[in-house]
């Protein structure tokens, strides 16, 4: 019995995560990354068709949902995307785009991921964007 009990000990140690073996824990937290934006009198504009592209022009399907987070933001990135990045390497350029069909409004934004790739965060962009 000790054998066994050996043996499914020493198996889990040896098959443990990786990312324990680096010291790494990652937290429950969700992180969401906003733009605000506003038309030109500065006022919150809401039902937008918004597009987000990594570098290389590929859409990716952020979920955008505003009203939690109040009139005129929108989701440039969240945590869903953290296998696109790497804490290791230069950030990642993230194109934001947003349309009524009449004007548009668009930013660049760089994101990284801490080191143990447990979350996105924002190295550069606006937090607010003007519809023109």
Not at 11 to 31: A, N, V
Not at 63 to 68: G, R
Request: charged residues 20%; aromatic residues 12%.
């Amino acid at each position: 019995m000790k054998k066994i009990f050996v043996i499914i000990l020493f198996s889990l140690i040896t098959f443990s995560c990786s990312e324990i073996d680096q010291g790494c824990m990652c937290t429950e937290e969700y992180r969401s990354y906003l733009v605000t934006i506003v038309d030109t009198l500065g006022i919150p504009v809401d039902s937008l068709d918004v597009t987000v592209r990594d570098e290389n022009g590929d859409e990716l399907s952020v979920i955008q949902d505003p009203y939690p987070w109040g009139a005129g933001n929108y989701t440039v990135m969240n945590d869903s995307f953290t296998q696109m990045f790497c804490s290791c390497t230069l950030p990642e350029k993230i194109y934001f785009s947003a349309t009524d069909g009449n004007r548009i409004t668009n930013g660049e934004f760089l994101f990284k991921t801490d080191e143990c790739n447990c979350h996105v965060y924002k190295v550069s962009g606006p937090d607010t964007l003007v519809l023109r």
